[in-house]
């Protein structure tokens, strides 16, 4: 499948530009004047140069999923790990990659019911799943009854394992 | 690196009446923080901007300077939330250099994250030691002379010490003290700072010597480290700024139940297993250096703070802002810190257990300049209650300023009636000359001390160990927060049991590590640990620090695995001298 002016379904790197809104050089720059330090968004250093027409799609699969209660549909690279998708190119950093292989649990998410590492999930599988990641789990105005345990008997320090601990405990 | 003499050791040998000599191994270890090391690189002209997970972002902003040979003002670090470090994020490593060389020559940012594989080649370990100690004195206790004697390696081309004799100086009033260490340079990645570097290694190997005395002497090991107990420091003969060791023999064998111990290895056998209670005293300097700090004060009387330290999750975000609002006499929630950035007045690095002290005291010598001068902005300007009062007769508490006379009104107005948006103010803090220029000035010898306590269990036909309590009772100075406080504490005494257990890098004939993930290298998990108890004296130690408070992010972990090691003795007999300490060295 080619991606031609016809094709209307959003590359994650089209979504993420079009959320950033900005050129690689303007990005650059409102990076290093800005007063305060950035939450940078990684997606966003994918810049316009990074041109479509430069990659293969005939590879690239699509998926269906709902994403902390939002609908997506996307295309991606099948290689894509889980995690990857959610920090890379979905800005949902919450789930840590803190070793890759399955050990640790810092990339702990919902996929349904389950509780998986999304460094062992290929994207692709999350296709007609629901999945829930650590910013799915209370709100900004109401904490989780997780997250108000954690925080009353101070159960974290550096806060990296929070979607292990909190997933662990969900 | 060190090497220490004081009286005459071997003379000192000679005349006694008893000895003990024991060598000592610890394998190499790995940190492991949570995030593993990463970068982002990105050149504005000829200006760099880093995001890293750094222990020290003025380091880093130097140490990248001098790469790229341009004056750090045009070297951006930023690291707000760091995900663990224990001293690998200290150190200055290559991907740090090589994100800003590759994201120059590309004209695009650069992101590097390293693997955790990488973890174990490229951000540093603690180095395995070989130490050998003798402890010689009288059959009544009191210990004449100690030889400690330490062999590690270092790289070939940086030249880090793992100093596992630092607390020898400092622990026991012992009057003939020989010190030494030896390093051969390999070629391995170079070992690195790692908590509590030097009294790690170190205090398993003279605490469980000091127990080994203690037992050939059959004395009860409390009642030994008492008879040998320093009144001032033995290695400078500075008195201490204030050491309350004895209280926390006290309160921990009061808590733990010392007294329910049985001297006798092997006698205590609870459901067919062997119990064990063994205990180490701990140690850790108390480390200050100086920085700077911008206070800025808005019409609605928030209270910004800004300055170049960072949080490796050990609650600095919460801990400054806390010293920031009791300095100033305003609620905790009318401070907004700013940390993690070199573009905020220089600070200092997150090592040494440090920080607090270094910070905190800079943090409130600003503030008081500051209240200092916001009140006399008060008492000249002629709408304020308080015009042409005497600044004495007037205090800061919940963000009024009251005065003697009963007039009190809210702090922000005096922002707003300048007609100014806010009110800056920075200072500078020196504190002696390099490094942690603090004690070198001082007239005091300032440490941290401690007692941990453990009980362990242990099958006999399989030797599986388990530790159903640690107690550890620490004088730390002030507890600026006792929540953060204690985690961190319990923190260090978990990687105590680690060290004790579970941890050991293992290499190869060529030098490679054949454990390099999560899976092999075992850190300690919510299973391993059972009870673990904290408490602490909470006296302020004024002659060290502006809020009494000292570090306690590595205190924890210094006597852990001796006090495991002893209570393993206590349990079964077997003195083990080689970490960690696995089921079949008990079989």
């Not at chain 2, 590759?102 to 174990?120: G, T």
């Not at chain 2, 090991?221 to 500075?238: G, Q, S, T």
């Not at chain 2, 673990?532 to 004296?537: A, G, M, R, S, W």
């Amino acid at each position: 499948m080619n991606n031609t002016e016809e094709n209307k379904e959003l590359w994650p790197e089209e979504k993420s530009l079009m959320k950033a809104e900005i050129s690689r050089r303007k990005f650059i720059t409102s990076a290093t004047l800005a007063a305060v330090g950035l939450a940078l968004a990684p997606y966003a250093t994918l810049a316009a140069e990074t041109s479509n027409k430069s990659l293969n799609f005939a590879s690239f699969v699509e998926i269906n999923t709902t994403i902390n209660g939002q609908k997506m549909k996307m295309k991606i690279d099948p290689r894509t790990s889980l995690l990857d998708l959610l920090r890379e190119q979905l800005g949902l950093t919450g789930s840590k990659k803190g070793c890759n292989q399955g050990a640790c649990g810092a990339c702990t998410v919902h996929m349904g019911k389950d509780r998986i590492n999304s460094c062992l999930t290929l994207a692709a599988q999350i296709d007609g799943k629901e999945v829930t990641t650590i910013e799915g789990i209370g709100s900004e105005t109401e904490f989780h009854p997780i997250q108000v345990a954690f925080m009353e008997n101070d159960g974290y320090q550096c806060g990296y394992c929070i979607p292990r601990s909190d997933y662990v405990c969900h | 690196m060190l090497q220490f003499e004081m009286g005459a050791f071997a003379e000192a040998k000679n005349n006694a009446a008893t000895s003990i000599e024991a060598s000592y191994t610890i394998p190499s270890e790995h940190h492991n923080p949570m995030e593993i090391s990463n970068c982002i690189a990105l050149w504005d002209g000829d200006r760099l901007t880093v995001y890293d997970a750094t222990q020290g972002v003025n380091n880093y902003q130097a140490c990248t300077a001098w790469c790229f040979e341009t004056d750090p003002k045009n070297v951006r670090v930023i690291s707000k939330y760091i995900g663990g470090g224990f001293g690998c994020k200290g150190s200055y490593w290559s991907h740090t250099v090589l994100a800003a060389m590759a994201a120059k020559m590309l004209d695009r940012p650069v992101k590097i994250n390293l693997s955790r594989e990488d973890m174990f080649t490229a951000a540093g370990h603690r180095p395995r030691t070989l130490q050998n100690i003798t402890i010689s004195g009288g059959q009544d206790g009191k210990v004449t002379g100690i030889q400690h004697k330490t062999n590690s390696y270092t790289n070939i081309e940086q030249k880090y010490f793992e100093s596992c004799g630092n607390l020898t100086r400092v622990l026991y009033d012992i009057p003939n003290m020989s010190v030494s260490h030896e390093y051969k340079p390999l070629n391995l990645p170079s070992p690195v700072y790692m908590r509590a570097p030097g009294e790690a290694p170190g205090s398993f190997e003279l605490e469980s010597a000091m127990d080994e005395y203690a037992a050939k002497i059959k004395m009860d090991p409390i009642e030994f480290r008492l008879k040998n107990y320093a009144e001032v420091c033995p290695f400078d003969k500075k008195p201490w700024s204030l050491k309350k060791l004895r209280e926390c023999y006290a309160k921990g064998a009061e808590i733990f139940g010392w007294d329910q111990r049985k001297q006798e290895p092997k006698t205590n056998m609870r459901d067919g297993k062997l119990i064990g209670y063994g205990m180490a005293t701990s140690t850790y300097p108390a480390n200050r250096a100086g920085g700077a700090v911008k206070l800025i004060m808005d019409a609605n009387g928030i209270l910004t703070v800004q300055t170049a330290v960072q949080d490796i999750g050990t609650g600095t975000w919460t801990v400054m802002g806390q010293i920031a609002a009791d300095a100033m006499g305003i609620p905790s929630e009318k401070v907004n810190m700013e940390l993690g950035d070199t573009d905020f007045p220089q600070g200092f690095v997150s090592g040494g257990s440090n920080l607090t002290a270094t910070a905190g005291s800079y943090i409130i010598i600003a503030v008081k300049k500051f209240k200092e001068k916001l009140l006399q902005l008060s008492v000249a300007q002629e709408k304020s209650p308080h015009y042409q009062s005497s600044v004495a007769d007037l205090s800061i508490k919940e963000g009024m300023v009251e005065a003697t006379n009963g007039k009190s009104e809210p702090i922000a107005n005096i922002i707003s009636r300048s007609g100014k948006d806010s009110y800056e103010f920075t200072d500078t803090s020196q504190v002696g000359k390099g490094g942690f220029g603090y004690k070198k000035e001082a007239p005091y010898s300032s440490h941290s001390f401690g007692v941990i306590f453990a009980e362990v269990e242990i099958d006999p036909d399989l030797g599986v160990i388990t530790v159903p309590r640690l107690t550890g009772v620490f004088d730390v100075g002030k507890i600026i927060n006792s929540k953060t406080g204690k985690s961190q504490l319990y923190g260090g005494m978990v990687w105590g049991y680690g060290m004790a257990l579970l941890e050991k890098t293992d290499y190869n004939p060529e030098g490679r590590v054949v454990n390099a993930d999560l899976a092999e290298y075992h850190v300690p998990v919510n299973a391993d640990i059972r009870e673990l108890t904290v408490e602490y004296i909470d006296e302020p130690d004024y002659n060290f620090s502006e809020h009494g408070g000292r570090g306690i992010g590595e205190i924890g972990i210094v006597g852990t695995a001796a006090a495991i090691a002893n209570a393993v003795y206590n349990a079964t007999g077997k003195r083990v001298r080689d970490l960690p300490i696995t089921m079949d060295k008990l079989i």
